[in-house]
């Protein structure tokens, strides 16, 4: 597969997993407390921890030729 196909697909496949963490992250967002400090917290949590899913996606998206 070229390199080129690879980034195709897995930045396809990185779109659709941000729309789903995005829609879960705001679904899981609304059952909180009204609280700013939990509504923060969460949020911040969330916010970095895209990031660690998709690394092995990045990983393959670069390898190859």
């Excluded at 697909?9 to 729309?19: D, K, N, S, T």
């Excluded at 963490?21 to 949020?43: C, E, G, Q, R």
């Excluded at 990045?58 to 190859?64: A, D």
């Amino acid at each position: 597969m070229t390199a080129r196909v690879r980034k195709l697909i897995g930045g396809a496949g990185l779109m659709a997993f941000l729309a789903g963490y995005i829609w879960a992250a705001t679904a899981i967002s609304d059952h909180l407390p009204d609280n700013m400090v939990v509504k923060l917290i969460f949020f911040a949590v969330v916010g970095i921890g895209w990031g660690v899913p998709i690394l092995p996606l990045l990983s393959w998206m670069n390898r190859g030729k």
